[in-house]
């Protein structure tokens, strides 16, 4: 079996284990090189502050990057619910929370052939002041061929589009996916579509971008009500954007 593979075997393991199938699906998993030059792009796309897979770990050859799609019935549900939805928001706090323990299974299994890894948090890894993050898991899942960013700057991937992503970066030479993948996103191929756009509660979705203050506030907005009503502690979370997307589910 090659390290991708058993890589592979390694998160889909992990995942499985949190024994949710009632939350989530199979994960997808892709490669990147650390050498990517589009690394170097989000300098400019994001902003300096975005680091380099090399700046957070001096050897990297490869990304790893994956996705843990939601279940059918997590990704409608926020079109379906007044306000927060639970369920979406229960989803996104407890494959946060096991993202840790996917991550230290991957280095674990890649210090064992000896190789180096760096692994990333898999939400708030920006400044609640100015919203900037030193690392985007989606940009990482683009590059690596998961999927295409839609006009809400989500990335929709052959499971769609609600889930989470994470990263993990090593020393590790992998085969890396350099074929992008296709836009599926139907506002940005021909102009139909922007549900996202109206659904959005707050107006901060945008043809020519987010707002994220204002998409921000909104989530923290959600995180207190769901703290006050619920044992979700850590979970700024909305998904109607995602719910009402044609791709935002995919079998």
């Not at 061929?145 to 589009?161: D, H, P, R, S, W």
Request: some cysteine; charged content about 25%; glycine content about 6%.
């Amino acid at each position: 079996m090659t390290i991708e593979k058993e890589i592979e075997k390694i998160i889909a393991g992990s995942v499985y284990s949190l024994d949710r199938p009632d939350l989530f699906r199979a994960p997808i998993v892709a490669f990147s090189s650390a050498e990517d030059k589009r690394y170097l792009d989000l300098k400019t796309l994001i902003g300096d502050w975005h680091l380099l897979p090399t700046e957070l770990l001096p050897s990297a050859k490869s990304v790893i990057s994956y996705f843990v799609p939601f279940t059918k019935e997590v990704a409608h549900e926020p079109k379906v619910t007044q306000g927060c939805s639970y369920l979406w928001s229960e989803a996104y706090h407890e494959i946060n929370k096991h993202f840790d323990t996917v991550n230290e299974a991957i280095a674990k299994f890649l210090a064992s052939k000896g190789h180096e890894s760096q692994t990333i948090k898999a939400t708030h890894t920006y400044s609640q002041e100015d919203l900037k993050s030193m690392w985007s898991h989606r940009s990482a899942a683009v590059i690596a061929g998961l999927g295409t960013f839609g006009i809400n700057k989500l990335v929709i991937t052959e499971k769609g589009a609600g889930g989470r992503f994470c990263t993990v970066i090593t020393s590790a030479m992998l085969e890396a996916n350099e074929r992008p993948a296709e836009n599926q996103c139907l506002y940005i191929k021909s102009g139909a579509c922007g549900l996202c756009i109206k659904a959005c509660p707050v107006g901060a979705i945008k043809v020519d971008g987010i707002d994220k203050f204002v998409c921000q506030d909104e989530l923290n907005k959600n995180q207190e009500l769901l703290r006050a009503a619920s044992d979700l502690e850590k979970a700024d979370t909305c998904g109607k954007c995602v719910s009402v997307c044609p791709l935002g589910w995919l079998e």
